[in-house]
């Protein structure tokens, strides 16, 4: 039974234009949240982060919105860049367990 | 900076084989864990450790064993192998309750 779900296995979005990534959770005990992006055959790298006591966390062209009541959180990306093409994974995390999304594959079109 | 090395990269077994991936880190990194990647299932939490000579298991730890003998080392032991454990296997530490350091994966088949 997944507790974080990422229902958009895909996303295609113009260069410049904003690229929005949501995330659903099942465990209300999940205490911080994380965004991981991922090439092929590479390992994940961090992206981004957000506590539970905030609803927003802010990096660069980066950022990331918690609703608690609604279990939701999404990650903003502006403007979308060619780079950005990549697989994204939304985390959470309670005690020392890290549980991931199925991911969501951001294509960025020239 | 090495970071967190996985080997080997890639790896093809016969199922009821068994062998060990390797894990080190250079980070000083208490807590470290094993994931697998499927297709459609994300990055599911195989075993992981919050120092040595403590380990834990997580979502999916059955037919794979772990140690945690040294602060850098972190083995998966696949005892008997089997098709279904056919995946990317990722390797990740962490100090605290931060952002998750991954190797870049090891690529297992078995047949």
């Known amino acids: 039974d997944q507790q974080v779900k990422q229902n958009s296995p895909s996303l295609s979005v113009q260069e410049g234009r904003i690229s929005i990534l949501n995330c659903d959770y099942t465990?209300?005990?999940?205490?911080?949240f994380l965004w991981y992006k991922k090439y092929p055959a590479e390992g994940p790298t961090f992206l981004i982060s957000i506590s539970s006591i905030k609803d927003k966390n802010e990096d660069g062209r980066f950022t990331v919105f918690l609703n608690k009541s609604a279990k939701h959180l999404s990650l903003h990306i502006v403007p979308s860049q060619p780079g950005d093409s990549a697989v994204y994974f939304c985390?959470?995390?309670?005690?020392?367990?890290?549980?991931f999304g199925a991911g969501t594959t951001v294509t960025v079109r020239a | 900076n090495a970071g967190v090395t996985q080997t080997p990269k890639f790896q093809v077994l016969k199922t009821g084989q068994s062998m060990t991936l390797q894990c080190a880190q250079d980070?000083?990194?208490?807590?470290m864990s094993w994931y697998r990647q499927d297709p459609g299932m994300g990055l599911r939490l195989i075993h992981y450790?919050?120092?040595?000579?403590?380990?834990d298991q997580g979502e999916v730890p059955n037919g794979y064993n772990v140690s945690r003998s040294t602060t850098e080392d972190f083995p998966l032991r696949l005892l008997s192998a089997a098709p279904s454990q056919t995946s990317v296997y990722f390797c990740?530490?962490?100090?605290?309750?931060?952002?998750?350091?991954f190797g870049e994966g090891s690529r297992l088949t078995v047949l």
């Open positions: 465990n209300s005990m999940f205490d911080y």
């Open positions: 985390a959470a995390s309670v005690d020392y367990k890290l549980s």
């Open positions: 990740a530490s962490r100090v605290g309750l931060r952002e998750l350091f």
């Open positions: 980070m000083n990194h208490e807590y």
């Open positions: 450790s919050v120092g040595a000579g403590i380990t």
